[in-house]
């Protein structure tokens, strides 16, 4: 009897694991790499930065923003399936560009990173 009931315990444990994994599967968005890469350092200004993340985030859920003159700033972004692309064109040139940026997965959960490269 007690063999029987451990056995059926185990079996029901891995059952609910087996229950949660593809819950747990669909994840969190997670930031696969970015255009220009962080660190990178460029011989020209980029007119934007592309976000590629390995799952679909939420179009109207995301922020990007700029440390420039000592203060954070918002820069217009478009957010698509898997992709929040950042623009930087109407940015005045600089040396360094530090970027923050947050997006919404499909799951609910928040994602967010910085960003950081070089013009010379």
């Not at 994994?21 to 990178?40: I, M, N, R, Y």
């Not at 440390?67 to 930087?88: D, H």
């Not at 919404?104 to 967010?112: A, E, I, L, P």
Request: proline share 7%.
């Amino acid at each position: 009897m007690g063999q029987t009931f451990s056995a059926l315990t185990g079996l029901y444990f891995i059952t609910c694991s087996l229950l949660v994994l593809p819950v747990t599967a669909l994840g969190h968005s997670k930031l696969l790499f970015s255009e220009p890469q962080d660190g990178a350092v460029l011989s020209a200004p980029p007119g934007k930065v592309t976000l590629h993340f390995n799952k679909p985030i939420e179009a109207r859920f995301n922020r990007a923003e700029l440390w420039q003159e000592g203060e954070w700033a918002t820069l217009p972004s478009t957010a698509t399936p898997e992709r929040l692309v950042i623009r930087l064109d109407e940015v005045k040139p600089m040396s360094e560009y530090r970027i923050r940026w947050s997006v919404m997965s499909r799951d609910g959960h928040r994602q967010q990173g910085t960003l950081r490269f070089l013009v010379r």
